[in-house]
């Protein structure tokens, strides 16, 4: 998100947006709406000094950037004595700290109203220059990579800024849930000449799970059989009952998005699906290898030769992309794993091999599997 101040002194103020949206498929909820009216809206100690008119948008895809321009323009009679606050904030500090907040129109069905995405203390270094060109260096986002005000944005994994802390964990013992015969009678399902039989195992999931003491440990005993059945219905779907430890054909994809510049792509290399979870995209293995310990963008295929580092990447995706959406049902869980392929009558089939196992796991665990089952 850039801000391009194109004037501002004591009594007037004249701001153009230039801001590129992503539109990530773990949005909280059921916040994604591809089409409406963009507006956003400038602050200063949350005084609004201006609001954009509104723009149309139609077709937004997933996860690619698009730009977004707006502009709005201060009024003399508006600015009054925030102009001379501004200018003092320049004049000592050379920055200024603002707000934004961006409203997109709620078009989801038997809704009304917008939207509102808020970026408190986004913070404006002035370059020197005819034009006060002032880049953003300092921002709140949640553990999402973007902003917002509700317990979604702010909450668990929240990046920066006010921030709620995690609750406690539970008592609940994993491996006393996830027995050698409940494992077994997944893996058990795939065929004998499949390459996962001698990759994953229960010792492997356990291992891995030490560094993951969260999993399946939040809310009530029930919560965490849930939470449990949920994962190894994702990870019987993605592989097969544990039969595939790569994606069918996956090294003939192209998994690079160019536009995530801070995991760039090595070009010899494959970011297709890996692992129990089938992690992929380079935006998915950087970030994961960083946290877990191996070089995610430069050696992706660590994931499919390391039974424990797979098993990580699936807790680390788990427990960073779906964990945070886990109270609104089953179906939220699918939406963060696969919601752009498969939800919203994108492919129902799928979605409905995904609640079977949910159910079946939820029933060999002793657990309702609760409402909102689909996407």
């Not at 295929?301 to 089953?330: C, H, M």
Request: charged share 20%; hydrophobic share 35%.
């Amino acid at each position: 998100m850039d801000f391009t101040v194109l004037n501002i002194t004591q009594t007037r103020l004249s701001a153009k947006w230039d801001l590129s949206i992503r539109i990530p498929e773990d949005l909280p909820g059921n916040y994604i709406c591809l089409q409406g009216d963009f507006q956003a809206s400038f602050l200063y100690k949350n005084v609004t000094l201006a609001t954009s008119s509104p723009q149309n948008y139609n077709n937004l895809k997933y996860r690619l950037p698009q730009l977004l321009k707006v502009s709005a323009v201060v009024s003399d009679e508006d600015i009054g004595s925030i102009g001379t606050c501004i200018m003092e904030d320049v004049k000592e500090r050379k920055q200024v700290t603002f707000g934004s907040q961006f409203s997109l129109t709620d078009c989801r069905k038997k809704t009304s109203g917008v939207m509102s995405y808020a970026c408190h203390e986004v913070t404006l270094r002035f370059e020197p220059g005819s034009k006060m060109k002032a880049s953003v260096f300092g921002k709140h986002p949640s553990q999402f990579g973007f902003c917002g005000t509700t317990s979604d944005y702010c909450g668990v994994g929240c990046q920066q800024g006010p921030c709620f802390a995690p609750p406690p964990a539970n008592g609940v013992s994993v491996a006393e849930i996830v027995t050698q015969d409940f494992f077994n009678g997944i893996i058990s399902q795939a065929a004998s000449s499949c390459a996962g039989n001698s990759f994953y195992s229960r010792g492997a999931f356990l291992e891995a799970l030490d560094s993951y003491s969260r999993f399946g440990r939040v809310g009530s005993t029930d919560d965490s059989r849930r939470e449990i059945a949920a994962f190894f219905a994702h990870v019987t779907h993605e592989t097969g009952h544990f039969c595939y430890i790569e994606e069918i054909d996956g090294a003939s994809k192209d998994y690079c998005d160019e536009n995530a510049t801070q995991y760039p792509c090595n070009p010899n290399k494959g970011y297709y699906g890996r692992g129990p979870i089938q992690l992929s995209w380079n935006f998915n293995y950087g970030p994961a290898g960083t946290a877990i310990g191996f070089d995610g963008l430069n050696a992706p295929e660590t994931v499919g030769t390391d039974p424990v580092i797979s098993f990580k990447t699936a807790l680390w995706y788990w427990t960073n992309r779906v964990q945070p959406v886990l109270s609104q049902g089953f179906g939220a869980t699918i939406r963060a794993i696969n919601g752009a392929l498969e939800c919203d009558g994108a492919n129902t089939a799928t979605v409905q091999a995904r609640v079977r196992y949910y159910t079946d796991y939820c029933r060999q665990l002793g657990v309702d599997p609760g409402n909102n089952l689909t996407c």
